[in-house]
Structures are given as structure tokens and as C-alpha cells.
T-cell receptor, first 115, second 115 residues
């Protein structure tokens, strides 16, 4: 099955600086890569996703890049703000059969924005 | 506000009790999921329902019994749980696309404590 590795486990950056979180996946059949933000005591919320036919996607201060050859994808947050502090999870999914397939999550990165 | 509603928000049960977790969505999604999340860990897939049929069971112990009465509802029946089953139980839903790249929408979860 799929295995997703995520680094770093904790990331502390100064407010206004950029943050980068990196993930690798093992299943070459994976074709969908979402990123979720989870604040303490709350549900995971989708912040951005990328399909395998796209190399990069941007939404305001957030961008995701995908390198299918290296099986590697990254989340970039620019101009970080205190409200960006949370745990971020990357995930991957391969499409098999006619039904739905679950997401496999990385272990998470605790992002701390220092004022 | 979340479009996936889970009840109850909190549940405390003894090891001999029988209880049920409920999940409802009205987005027309035909895939529904149960995930288990322990503190400081990523969500772990338990079950997937596709078109109201169980399509994935991630080797979950039989003390957890899922049920999908219709396309909007998903239940998780609990019986003879162990203290280590205490966790946040997340329900999610998604469309079923041919590309397998539909995002998961999570509910706020049920925080379960087994005493």
C-alpha cells in the first residue's frame, strides 16, 4: 500500500517569513495530493490540492509543487501569519477500481509562527 | 460551518456498552469514510463506503461495525471497546470521480473516551 513520509515534524518560522513542508510517497499509481490544516481540537480542512497532471498550483499565499518522477510534493506558505499556526498533513491517493479510495496521510508538521 | 455533521461531539462509554456514532452529509457525495485519529497522529483510514456498499475495510477489529443506511448517512456501531480505542473519530465524504481526485470533506468528529 501507499506510504507517505512528511518532513519536518515541527517547523518554527518568524512571522512574515516563508515555510516549506515536504512529502514523499511510494505508490507510483497515486494521482491526487491534498494538503490539510488542522487546528487544535478541530477537523482537518483542505487548504490546497494538486492532481498528477499538474506540476504546480497556487492559491494566494499557498502553493504546492509536485515532482512525479521523484515522487515528491511540497507545500509553500509565504508571508506567514499567526493564524497559519497549526498542524499540516500531506496526503496521497491512488485510484483503483470503480469505487472510492481513502487518503493516506503523512505524520504531520506542527507549524509555529513566531511573532 | 461543516457540511458533514457528526453526533455526538463527545462520548464516554464503558467497555461493556454498545453505542453508535452518526454522520450525515447532504452534498450528494456517494463515498463516505470513517477515520480514527489519536492525539498528535494523522487520521487513519478505517472504512470506505462507495455507493452505499462497503468497499474498503482496513482490517478493523469487529468491535467496530459500520453501516450505511442510505447515501446521506453513515453510522459506526461500537461494542466491547477497549481503552486504547479512545480517539477522535472522523467521518468524511467525497464525490466518486473517474480520476479518484475528489477532495474529502471532514466532519468535526466525535471524541470518544472508553473507560
Amino acid at each position: 500500500g501507499e506510504n507517505v513520509e512528511q518532513h519536518p515534524s515541527t517547523l518554527s518560522v518568524q512571522e512574515g517569513d516563508s515555510a516549506v513542508i515536504k512529502c514523499t510517497y511510494s505508490d507510483s499509481a497515486s494521482n491526487y495530493f491534498p494538503w490539510y490544516k488542522q487546528e487544535l481540537g478541530k477537523r482537518p480542512q483542505l487548504i490546497i490540492d494538486i492532481r498528477s497532471n499538474v506540476g504546480e498550483k497556487k492559491d494566494q499565499r499557498i502553493a504546492v509543487t509536485l515532482n512525479k518522477t521523484a515522487k515528491h510534493f511540497s507545500l509553500h506558505i509565504t508571508e506567514t501569519q499567526p493564524e497559519d499556526s497549526a498542524v499540516y498533513f500531506c496526503a496521497a491517493r491512488a485510484k483503483r477500481g470503480g469505487g472510492a479510495d481513502g487518503l493516506t496521510f503523512g505524520k504531520g508538521t506542527h507549524l509555529i509562527i513566531q511573532p | 460551518d461543516t457540511e458533514v455533521t457528526q453526533t455526538p461531539k463527545h462520548l464516554v462509554m464503558g467497555m461493556t456498552n454498545k453505542k453508535s456514532l452518526k454522520c450525515e452529509q447532504h452534498m450528494g457525495h456517494r463515498a463516505m469514510y470513517w477515520y480514527k485519529q489519536k492525539a498528535k497522529k494523522p487520521p487513519e483510514l478505517m472504512f470506505v463506503y462507495s455507493y452505499e456498499k462497503l468497499s474498503i475495510n482496513e482490517s478493523v477489529p469487529s468491535r467496530f461495525s459500520p453501516e450505511c443506511p442510505n447515501s446521506s448517512l453513515l453510522n459506526l456501531h461500537l461494542h466491547a471497546l477497549q481503552p486504547e480505542d479512545s480517539a477522535l473519530y472522523l467521518c468524511a465524504s467525497s464525490q466518486i470521480g473517474t480520476g479518484g481526485n475528489s477532495p474529502l470533506h471532514f466532519g468535526n468528529g466525535t471524541r470518544l473516551t472508553v473507560t
